[in-house]
């Protein structure tokens, strides 16, 4: 449903998609299944929940730690999330 919209995913709904992927190759962890990266994963979900990376768009409004060492912009996490879907959908296959 989410993958349907006409507009960009923001961060928010982006997440949605990950945790729904995420959960669905359970119990293997999602690095382990070849459809992401440790890197990827951690990129994505640190810039998805800090707004000291994504500002006013992040999924958390405060988060204690620093930074991610790589990070996304919200663009580069609509690409990371559309190629795993993709994976996915053909990993189902």
Do not use: C
């Not at 990070?71 to 580069?76: H, P, V």
Request: no cysteine.
């Amino acid at each position: 449903m989410l993958l349907g919209k006409p507009e960009p995913l923001n961060w928010v709904e982006l997440y949605k998609v990950f945790e729904v992927i995420r959960d669905s190759v359970k119990p293997t962890p999602l690095d382990k299944s070849g459809l992401a990266t440790k890197d990827e994963i951690s990129a994505f979900t640190g810039s998805a929940n800090r707004p000291d990376v994504s500002g006013p768009d992040a999924r958390h409004a405060r988060m204690g730690g620093g930074p991610p060492q790589r990070q996304m912009t919200l663009r580069e996490g609509q690409d990371f999330i559309s190629r795993l879907a993709k994976a996915w959908m053909e990993s189902l296959q």
